[in-house]
């Protein structure tokens, strides 16, 4: 079956650097997604890595290890407003979109 | 650019009515547009997959009949809930996909519709 692994939940504080980790297990392999999530609001895209690296976009970095089925989002200097629910989603063979169940970052003073 | 609006943002509705939600791709002509469905706390559900002019493809488990689904133009899709019933209350999010050359083929979500049924 296909899978999508990250953690339920997290805490971090303003200011500080947060890392939150996504596995996937899936039938091929087209490209991995981040999405940040606000309660009661609709995702909205972060960044896109389809080859082995990092990808910068000012605060926010992602990083891909398509052999170890491994993705990482950063976000550095944290502000109350990062709290939100972070998505990965992979893009499969069938160029299907396959969702982790997400997770919650908090944030604290 | 790529922004996806929907509508209504929420809607209360008696058991039984029929509701549609509009989904419209502003600025940027979307072949592709897909619905999910997303209860509280809980990840995104792909609930179809709508195409232009043609008939959606619709996930196991999710009943056609029901969830009715057309995607009349580039840039129009919508999504009926018939016969609604308090089970189908969820939050609906619709995304259209850009397709351009050399592009990571990136979704663009709506707002979301939060339906309500009594």
């Known amino acids: 079956g296909q899978n999508i692994d990250q953690p339920t939940e997290m805490t971090a504080t303003e200011g500080a650097i947060v890392q939150i980790n996504c596995t996937y297990q899936?039938?091929?392999?087209?490209?991995l997604f981040w999405y940040q999530q606000h309660a009661g609001e609709a995702p909205t895209f972060l960044s896109y890595?389809?080859l082995d690296g990092l990808e910068e976009k000012g605060r926010f970095s992602s990083f891909l290890s398509r052999s170890k089925g491994y993705s990482y989002l950063l976000l550095k200097e944290l502000q109350m407003k990062d709290s939100a629910s972070y998505l990965c989603?992979?893009?499969?063979?069938?160029?299907?979109?396959?969702w982790g169940a997400g997770t919650k970052l908090i944030i604290k003073p | 650019g790529a922004v996806v609006s929907q509508h209504p943002s929420r809607v209360i509705c008696k058991s039984g009515t029929s509701v549609k939600i509009e989904c419209r791709s502003l600025?940027?002509?979307?072949?592709?547009m897909f619905w999910y469905r997303q209860f509280p706390k809980q990840s995104l559900m792909l609930m179809a997959t709508?195409?232009?002019?043609?008939?959606?493809?619709?996930e196991q488990g999710v009943e056609k009949d029901k969830f009715l689904i057309n995607h009349a133009s580039l840039t129009l899709s919508t999504l009926t809930v018939t016969s609604a019933h308090p089970e189908d209350s969820s939050f609906y999010i619709c995304?259209?996909?850009?397709?351009?050359?050399?592009?990571?083929?990136?979704?663009?979500f709506g707002p979301g519709t939060r339906l309500t049924v009594l």
């Open positions: 989603a992979v893009k499969d063979s069938n160029y299907q979109l396959i």
């Open positions: 600025d940027f002509q979307a072949t592709t």
């Open positions: 709508s195409n232009e002019g043609s008939k959606a493809t619709y």
């Open positions: 890595n389809v």
């Open positions: 995304s259209a996909r850009e397709v351009v050359a050399g592009d990571s083929d990136t979704q663009y």
């Open positions: 899936t039938s091929g392999f087209n490209g």
